[in-house]
Each structure stands twice: as C-alpha cells, then as structure tokens.
C-alpha cells in the first residue's frame, strides 16, 4: 500500500511559479513511475507529467513542455512539480499518482495509488 500527499498549491498571478510536492510512504517508492494529473472545473481529470522511477524518463503533455518540470527525490520518497510562466488555464486541482509498471504511463486508468489532490489557482 502507498500512500500520497500533495502539497504546494495555492493562489498565484498569471506569469508566476508553483512547486508542488508530493510525499510518499513506503520502502518502495523508487519502483513506482510518479505522475502527476489535475483536474478544471467542469473537465475531466487529465495528464500533465510523469517521470520513471530512476528519473531516466519522463512525458509532458504539450501544454505545460518547457513552462513545468518534473522530477524527484527518491531518498526523501518525493515526486515535485516545478511550475513556470503559470496561465490562468492552468487552474485546476492537482493529484499525483503512483504505477508500478512503466507503460501506458499518461493513462489515468492505469495508476494504482493516488493523493487527495491539491488546489492551483492561477489569476489573470
């Protein structure tokens, strides 16, 4: 059993920076592919980041390559999302996710594990 908890969210201006955390329990954590989702209101739950367990991979989704990056710490069992060049469509409540294999890694189906979310709030 894993489990997550995010943190890092928040209000910020359109242009500005959010990093959010995302702890982990458990001996195992640098087995897992962490991903990260989020979730507008009124949209479905979608794809933003991932990053293998050995951080040799990692995905964007297009709208967030080169303004977000993603990367962890398997010492302290923490994924991050680094934020950029925030844009009020990037509002949305984010979660990550854990998957034990490294394969259909940006379908949210797939994930076992999964945080409780946190809120980013971007302001035109």
């Known amino acids: 059993q894993v489990q997550l908890v995010e943190s890092g969210g928040g209000l910020v201006q359109a242009g500005g920076s959010l990093r959010l955390s995302c702890a982990a329990s458990?001996?195992?954590?640098?087995?897992?592919?962490m991903g990260w989702f989020r979730q507008a209101p009124g949209k479905e739950r979608e794809f933003v980041a991932v990053?293998?367990?050995?951080?040799?991979?990692?995905y964007y989704t297009d709208s967030v390559k080169g303004r977000f990056t993603i990367s962890r710490d398997n010492a302290k069992n923490t994924v991050y999302l680094q934020m950029n060049t925030l844009k009020p469509e990037d509002t949305a409540i984010y979660y990550c996710?854990?998957?034990?294999?490294?394969?259909?890694?940006?379908?949210?189906?797939?994930?076992?594990?999964w945080g409780q979310g946190t809120q980013v709030t971007v302001s035109s």
């Open positions: 996710a854990a998957k034990i294999f490294w394969l259909d890694v940006r379908d949210m189906s797939r994930y076992d594990y």
């Open positions: 990053i293998s367990g050995s951080t040799a991979s990692s």
């Open positions: 458990g001996r195992t954590f640098s087995s897992f592919a």
